[in-house]
C-alpha cells in the first residue's frame, strides 16, 4: 500500500497520535506526516503510506491555507488556547473597513520570528524544551509571504479570518501580530487547516470515517474504536486487508501528488531496466540543469530524477 492520505486531524490528538493509528490499523510499518499540527488544531494532516514516505521531500506544500479564530484582547505564551495568559490589552475599536484595512498591511512578504514554542532548534534543542523550562530563547527571524488575509467574521472579540501562505508561516505568531496592529492583544482560539500543497479538506477522512472502515460500523464513537481507554473493551477490527480496500478510494496517487514536477514516460521493458540499474531517460523539454523530473510507465512511478550535466542522475529508483 502507497500513495498519500488525508486526514481530518481533530482537536486533542498529536500529529504523531494519527500517524500512529494508521500504522496499527493498516499493519504499514511506513506511515509519516508531511507536517506537523498542534494538538489544538484541526484539518489537512497529510499522510505518505508505505514507499511514499520517500517521497516527502518532493511534494510542493508551498501554499498553506488555515481558518484561524483569534481571540482578541489577550496574548498566551504559547499563542493558542492551552497557554497562559501573559499581555491584555483593551478590545479593538476599528470597524470592519479599519480591519479589513490592518489585513491588507500585512500581505506580502514578511519577516516572522519562530513562536517561543516552536520545534525550531536552538543550540541544538527545539525552543519548547527551552520554554518549558521557563527560559524562553529567540531564533532568527525568518521570511515568510502572506498571499491572502481574509475577514471571515468579526465582533470586537474574536476575529476569524483565511489566511493563504508560504509554508514556514506561524499562525499562532500572525494572530498576535494582527490583533497588535488592531491596538489589543490576541491568541489563536481555533485553527483548521483547509490546505496544504496539493491536499485539500474537502478530500480529508475523519476519524469517524476511518472508524467505520476499521471496525465495519458506523454506530460507535471514534476514540472507542480507535483510542479506547484502559479498562474499555476494545471493538474488534476488521482483517487488515479489508482496511486496505476501504481506504484505496481515499488514497491519492504518487502521480497525482507530484504533479508539479514534469515527467518522462517510458515503455515497461524500459522500466524493468531503470529498476535493474540500467539508465535512465533524458529529461523532458525544458528541465534544466538541476531540475528534476519522474520517469513514469504505464502510471507508474518508477524514479525520481535530476538532470546534470554528466547526464540523468537517478534520486529515487524502485
Known amino acids: 500500500m502507497s500513495g498519500f492520505l488525508v486526514v481530518d486531524k481533530p482537536v486533542g490528538l498529536t500529529s504523531h497520535d494519527v500517524v ?3 500504522r496499527s490499523v493498516t499493519g504499514l510499518q511506513k506511515v509519516g506526516h ?5 494538538p489544538f488544531a484541526t484539518g489537512v494532516l497529510p499522510l505518505a503510506l508505505g514507499r511514499s514516505t520517500r517521497l516527502i521531500q518532493y511534494l510542493d506544500e508551498s501554499i498553506k491555507v488555515y481558518d484561524a479564530n483569534i481571540r482578541l484582547g489577550s496574548a498566551t505564551d504559547t499563542g493558542d488556547p492551552t497557554g497562559t495568559v501573559v499581555r491584555e490589552a483593551p478590545l479593538p475599536t476599528a470597524d470592519e473597513a479599519g480591519v479589513d484595512e490592518v489585513l491588507r498591511s500585512f500581505l506580502g512578504e514578511r519577516m516572522q520570528e519562530p513562536p517561543a514554542y516552536s520545534a525550531v532548534k536552538v543550540a541544538g534543542r527545539p525552543m519548547y524544551e527551552y520554554a518549558r523550562k521557563g527560559k524562553p530563547v529567540k531564533a532568527a527571524a525568518r521570511p515568510i509571504v ?3 488575509v481574509e475577514r471571515l467574521s ?3 472579540e474574536t476575529l476569524r479570518v483565511r489566511i493563504t501562505c508560504s509554508r514556514g508561516t506561524y499562525a499562532r505568531v500572525l494572530a498576535d501580530e494582527i490583533a497588535t496592529a488592531l ?7 481555533d485553527l483548521a487547516r483547509e490546505r496544504s500543497g496539493p491536499f485539500v479538506l ?8 476511518l472508524a467505520a472502515i476499521v471496525s465495519g460500523r458506523e454506530d460507535l464513537e471514534w476514540k472507542r474504536v480507535l483510542t479506547p481507554g484502559r479498562g474499555d473493551d476494545r471493538v474488534k477490527w476488521r482483517p487488515r486487508e479489508e482496511v486496505a480496500a476501504g481506504l484505496a478510494p481515499r488514497v491519492r496517487s504518487e502521480l497525482r501528488c507530484l504533479s508539479h514536477i514534469p515527467m518522462a514516460e517510458i515503455s515497461a521493458v524500459d522500466a524493468k531496466r531503470v529498476r535493474q540499474g540500467g539508465s535512465l531517460p533524458v529529461p523532458p523539454r ?4 538541476g531540475g528534476r523530473y519522474l520517469v513514469v510507465a504505464a502510471d507508474e512511478l518508477i524514479a525520481v530524477a535530476e538532470n546534470t550535466p554528466q547526464g540523468p542522475r537517478g534520486l529515487r529508483v524502485g
Open 20 to 22: 500512529a493509528i494508521v
Open 34 to 38: 508531511t507536517g506537523t499540527l498542534d
Open 146 to 148: 502572506l498571499h491572502a
Open 154 to 156: 468579526y465582533d470586537r
Open 183 to 189: 491596538g489589543s492583544a490576541g491568541h489563536l482560539q
Open 202 to 209: 474537502e478530500d480529508a477522512i475523519s476519524m469517524s470515517q
Open 286 to 289: 525544458g528541465v534544466g540543469f
